[in-house]
């Protein structure tokens, strides 16, 4: 049986360990949150090794499932400790070595496998089993046939439904329009409605399902947003032009106008929810 160790127990790393152990596949896992520890083993899941260096020793595979910003120390405790053989790989939210700030050696070593997947809410208790069922996993391009084989096998495992390869900086631009402006364009939204002194209590579904990722912590995506600010100043850009168009429509009372933005939506997301 491979050796898996899962380094991290939030969210990711958490819902990793145990889609794993549904589809009979043992992976352990590592934290340096007691609480997080403390909730994997009340599930019954291994936790690793009480040192990092310990947990890595022996490993096939690590995943390093932790916040963007530690991913370069995480990755060099791991180089440091784990066999010269184990395939070493990411699930952050970006992969371009600039914006994780991994030097030359721990690039060459580490590489990002990014689920898109996840949840506004953080810990091990923002974890399940099912996480990953029916999701796309993006994995650097540059990944050599060992690690491809690898994530093949335990993103299928995890219930994933495709692992896709691109380039970290095609990677990083994509997250830029599907993942960072829904966030920020969320964001917005809350602080317009809190600006506006809208209870919160007195909201119905639909402003809760369109604000749910302002949910998230400034941590989770402080990192994240500023992996490509190009791309995403030009996709809020983009944003604002097509709120600017409905604002327009709205004060010249133009129906047409109106309802071909409308249309234009609807259909892109009904798109969206077949390709699901």
Known sequence: MPRIVVIGLGCIGGSLVRA?????IV???WSTSADDCAQARAHGLHVSEPTLTDSVRHADLVVIAVPAQSIAQVAAAVIASAPRDAAIVHCGGVQSAAALEL???????????????????????ASRSNLFVGCTVSVEARASEHVRGWMQWMWTGAGAARVEYRPASEH???MAWISQLPQLAATALAATMAGAHVEPRSVGPGARDSTRLAASTYEQWSTLVRAEPTVLAHALSELESHVAEIRHALGERDDAALRAIWESARAWRRDAEAGA
């Open 20 to 24: 794993l152990r549904e589809h009979n």
């Open 27 to 29: 992976a352990s896992g």
């Open 103 to 125: 030097d030359p050696s721990t690039t060459a070593r580490v590489i990002g496998a990014h689920p898109l997947a996840g949840s506004h809410d953080s810990g091990f208790a």
């Open 172 to 174: 990083d631009a994509l």
